[in-house]
């Protein structure tokens, strides 16, 4: 009986060890950034309305980003994101300025379903790599996959590469979350969810 109590021990830890791995995203190495619950790995820049609502970060008014507190290089970025169709966001990556984000000083990954030049849209990274046709993402759950490696950049859109470039303008920075007005002001909704990322 005692040795049987011996042999539970180990195989509890093992079981709680495999419970542990099975929630980690695969292949390991990565980094929560947004977890449905807290802001603590961003600051505000600018003055949208940003709040958690239901798992998710969401943003309807005003202009602004959630900046991360960390800057990164070579990175994969994975991101759950809901946009409506009036929507005016993006992923800014590698910003070399944490304050004032744009095009110039950051890679823009696009979600402007509405953007009136849509070779730049939803899928493109701006002023990079155009998109054609441009993918819709308004009204559902979509999945950023975005690679930054060297000069090398890769946009995945609900597993459908959607930019394919090389750029060696920017080589680290910040990474920004995008909230701007659309085509009508103050319209659209953006939620992010599930925001991670692992270095390369």
């Not at 961003?42 to 958690?52: L, P, R, S, T």
Request: with cysteine.
């Amino acid at each position: 009986m005692k040795r049987l109590t011996y042999l539970a021990i180990p195989l509890a830890a093992a079981l709680a060890a495999c419970s542990h791995m099975a929630t980690e995203p695969a292949g390991g190495g990565w980094t929560t950034l947004f977890d449905g619950s807290s802001l603590a790995h961003w600051n505000q820049v600018g003055d949208a309305n940003w709040k958690i609502v239901d798992g998710a970060v969401v943003a309807d008014k005003g202009s602004g980003f959630l900046v991360s507190k960390r800057t990164y290089g070579d990175f994969q970025i994975r991101a759950e994101f809901w946009a409506d169709s009036d929507a005016n966001s993006g992923i800014f990556i590698r910003c070399s300025d944490a304050q004032k984000l744009t095009a110039t000083v950051c890679y823009e990954v696009n979600i402007y379903d509405k953007r009136p030049d849509p070779l730049y849209g939803t899928g493109a990274i701006v002023d990079v790599s155009k998109v054609d046709p441009m993918p819709k993402a308004g009204g559902r759950w979509n999945t950023y996959d975005i690679v930054a490696k060297g000069d090398h950049l890769v946009v995945t859109l609900n597993g459908v590469k959607t930019a394919d470039a090389r750029n060696s303008k920017l080589a680290n920075g910040v990474i920004g979350l995008q909230y701007a007005p659309g085509v009508v002001k103050d319209k659209g909704v953006i939620k992010f969810r599930k925001v991670e990322i692992k270095p390369l």
